[in-house]
Nanobody, 126 residues
Framework: QVQLVESGGGSVQAGGSLRLSCEVSGYTFGRSCMAWFRQAPGKEREGVAAIYLNAGITDYPDSVKGRFTISRDNNKNTVYLQMNNLKPGDAALYYC???????????????????WGQGTQVTVSS
């Protein structure tokens, strides 16, 4: 059974940084993809970072490019999301997601993933 557990959320002021972690069990860090998503109240869930676990290739939407960095530690079965220069608009519940293999398209789409964590809250004050 695949389980994902996020940690590292919290409250920061605008311009601050946070590092989220996602520890995965029951899952092989092979030729698969994982991603981070966020969802603010009243908004759709959006992808903020994805990684091809085998090659380490990453993808980001323009809204976070240059500020967020996704990485993985295959030995620890953990994926990280380093978030710098946080803005109030980044406040949301952040989720980690996984799937077997990688999608041909839409690596940042929630519909491409079928394993999800419970989320960790990020609050950014101005």
């Amino acid at each position: 059974q695949v389980q994902l557990v996020e940690s590292g959320g919290g409250s920061v002021q605008a311009g601050g940084s946070l590092r989220l972690s996602c520890e995965v069990s029951g899952y092989t860090f092979g030729r698969s993809c994982m991603a981070w998503f966020r969802q603010a109240p009243g908004k759709e869930r959006e992808g903020v970072a994805a990684i091809y676990l085998n090659a380490g290739i990453t993808d980001y939407p323009d809204s976070v490019k240059g500020r967020f960095t996704i990485s993985r530690d295959n030995n620890k079965n953990t994926v990280y999301l380093q978030m710098n220069n946080l803005k109030p608009g980044d406040a949301a519940l952040y989720y980690c997601a996984a799937r077997h293999g990688c999608p041909a398209l839409n690596v940042l789409s929630p519909s491409s993933y079928n394993f999800w964590g419970q989320g960790t809250q990020v609050t950014v004050s101005s």
